[in-house]
């Protein structure tokens, strides 16, 4: 049996991640957060909002899916790897936000962490057991979101709904805006780096409109393994849940014979300048990347609260990390201080409601 503790259970990850749980005797739910909407029942141990490392210690799980999005998921990320306990994880915000922080309370607590962004999964599985010397570079796909193929000028007035509809993944507000912007591989650049321990320059983003090939690791023999599939979040939810084992999904596998196109082209980076920006918060370091997070989590609040237009994120990012002070955080409250800072900075910039 392994004891499962289900973070931010009624969202896109969440719900599925009971689906999976609910098709394996093998894993027990112990324990199920949200941010507002009820949950009564869904697990022995419940709790709405707040920090759930109370509940976390009343639970005792084996392994934490953190599905919560955004800075918010912190304290659940820091807790399981402090603990040990292993971290299935989904909110990818609070690896970006608190790398050092995380890795370092990794180290400590000796667990797991297995990536839940389908990306970071294929990366992971085509890295694993190979010699990092013998690894040249990994690259992640990025559908290109609703707007691929469009100009600035045709960007200018988009609204919340057109940037809500993505071509090939059905998820979560916040990242389906993330997508859109390309702001979301940003923050998957910043994750791999964490994860995987590749510095900046050797991880390469690029655009693959059907979502098949959900990454690829290039080896140093000229070698290149690419981990293929249909877009469904329930191969790396199950894949984390179960691993090593590795248990059957309902997911049908490729047809190849049906056709595949599997076209890959440069992202483009003047008419989506979030992912520019994110490279070069993560190349920074520091607290760069707490802070691009930051403002992006405001701007994209505000955009979706019609208070600011799409190409208006990218601005509010663009300005609020120019003004913030980017040194390391030596603790979680010094972390949490700058994520404010940027936070505060991101707001200064929004137009003016009147
Ligand atoms: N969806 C995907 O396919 C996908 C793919 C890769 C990675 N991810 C990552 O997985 C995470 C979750 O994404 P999602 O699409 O599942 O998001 P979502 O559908 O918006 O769900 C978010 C979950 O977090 C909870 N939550 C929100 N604010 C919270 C807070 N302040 N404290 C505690 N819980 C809070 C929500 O509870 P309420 O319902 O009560 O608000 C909900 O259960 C994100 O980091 C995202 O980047 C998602």
Redo the contacts with the bound molecule.
């Keep these: 049996m392994k004891r499962v503790a289900l973070?931010?259970?009624?969202?896109?990850?969440?719900k599925?991640a009971l689906e999976i749980v609910e098709a394996h005797p093998e894993l027990e739910l112990v324990a199920a957060?949200?941010?507002?909407?009820p949950?009564d029942g869904l697990a022995p141990l419940t709790q709405?909002?707040?920090d759930?490392a109370q509940l976390l210690e009343r639970a005792e799980p084996d392994l934490v899916l953190?599905?919560?999005?955004?800075f918010?998921?912190l304290s659940a990320t820091l807790w399981a790897l402090e603990h040990g306990v292993t971290l299935a994880l989904?909110?990818?915000?609070s690896l970006v936000a608190a790398g050092e922080l995380a890795l370092a309370a990794q180290r400590r607590g000796g667990g797991l962490l297995l990536p839940?962004?389908?990306e970071h999964s294929a990366t992971f599985q085509c890295l694993e057991g190979r010699p990092p010397d013998t690894v040249d570079s990994i690259v992640l796909t990025a559908s290109g979101g609703p707007f691929r193929g469009r100009t600035r000028d045709e960007l200018a007035d988009v609204q919340p709904l057109d940037a809500l509809s993505h071509p090939t993944?059905?998820?979560?507000?916040?990242?389906?805006i993330?997508s859109a912007t390309l702001a979301?591989k940003g923050?998957e650049l910043i994750e791999a780096h964490f994860l995987f321990g590749v510095p900046y320059e050797r991880i390469e983003v690029i655009v693959h409109p059907t979502s098949i090939v959900h990454a690829l690791v290039r080896f140093r023999d000229g070698a290149a393994l690419a981990h293929l599939g249909y877009p469904d979040?329930r191969v790396?939810i199950s894949y984390a849940l179960t691993y090593p084992e590795r248990s059957a999904t309902p997911v049908r596998p490729l047809d190849l014979a049906a056709g595949l196109t599997l076209e890959f082209a440069a992202p483009d980076l003047e008419t989506f300048p979030l992912l520019r920006l994110a490279r070069r918060a993560g190349e920074l370091g520091g607290t760069y990347p707490c802070a691009f997070n930051a403002a992006n989590e405001v701007a994209v609040a505000a955009f979706l609260a019609g208070r600011l237009s799409f190409l208006g994120i990218a601005d509010t990012v663009e300005d609020a990390l120019a003004g913030v002070d980017g040194s390391p955080a030596g603790d979680l409250e010094e972390l949490v201080a700058a994520d404010a800072e940027a936070r505060a900075a991101a707001e200064s910039r929004l137009p003016v409601v009147t």
């Design positions: 973070l931010g259970a009624t969202g896109s990850i969440g599925q957060t949200s941010g507002s909407q949950i709405i909002g707040g759930p953190n599905a919560v999005v955004g918010a998921g989904a909110n990818k915000e839940v962004d389908s993944w059905n998820m979560g507000p916040k990242i389906t993330d979301n923050l979040m790396p």
